[in-house]
């Protein structure tokens, strides 16, 4: 069975730096696995995706994560947090084999400090 | 022009009511899926239809009832509701299942009373 787990339901950064929230997932198979975000009252939205192409995949608004199968972690990172980036952010995972369905994370709330 | 379109945004309803969601995309994408998120907002698949069909069916009780009248439409309906049921749904849609970037839709924030 697939699962993903996302360290630290909250996190809190200054604006101007790093930004890490960590995603580990558990697959028998080779996983696509995502990042999405949720700002408050809206849907999710797709930040990056990998799909075993490129292991560092890099998204919108300035955000990458790098797919490490050794450790089976996907961390999302950004160099330098800005206000705007105060959300909810979920990590996903699907199957190669299309099971067609994403399973979430719980999701990590990141908020920026002025 | 809203890609993945739920109505209501909101929903008030006493216990035992029926009532509706529904959800249109206009991305012309083949997969829909409804997802609920409880208030930790963790998020769960419910269904999932591919060109109407019903193709994933979570252990969700059978008050819940998906239907896919056309490949843009997929409708949530749900009898008997219960205080457990209030949380937000959350419409979605893909080009096809599984890898590819699903688009979400607002959500509807069911509260049953």
């Known amino acids: 069975a697939q699962s993903v787990t996302q360290l630290g339901s909250h996190v809190s950064v200054s604006e101007g730096a790093l930004v890490l929230l960590r995603c580990n997932y558990s697959s028998s198979v080779p996983p696509y696995l995502f990042w999405y975000v949720q700002y408050p009252n809206q849907g999710l939205q797709l930040l990056l995706k990998?799909?075993?192409?490129?292991?560092l995949v890099k998204g919108i608004n300035g955000f990458e994560a790098e797919f490490k199968k050794s450790e089976t972690s996907f961390h999302l990172t950004k160099p330098s947090a800005h206000m705007s980036d105060a959300a909810e952010y979920f990590c996903a995972v699907t199957r190669s084999d299309s099971s067609y369905k994403l399973i979430f994370g719980s999701g990590t709330r990141l908020l920026v400090r002025p | 022009d809203t890609a993945v379109s739920q109505t209501p945004k909101y929903l008030v309803t006493q216990m035992g009511n029926d009532k509706s969601i529904k959800c249109e995309q206009n991305?012309?994408?083949?997969?829909m899926y409804w997802y609920k998120q409880d208030s930790k907002k963790f998020l769960k698949i419910m269904f999932s239809y591919n060109n109407k069909e019903l193709i994933i069916n979570e252990t969700v009780p059978n008050r819940f009832s998906p239907k896919s009248p056309d490949k843009a439409h997929l409708n949530l309906h749900i009898n008997s509701l219960e205080l457990g049921d209030s949380a937000v749904y959350f419409c979605a849609s893909s080009q096809d299942p599984g890898n590819t970037e699903a688009f979400f839709g607002q959500g509807t924030r069911l509260t049953v009373v």
């Open positions: 990998y799909t075993s192409a490129a292991t």
């Open positions: 991305l012309g994408h083949d997969t």
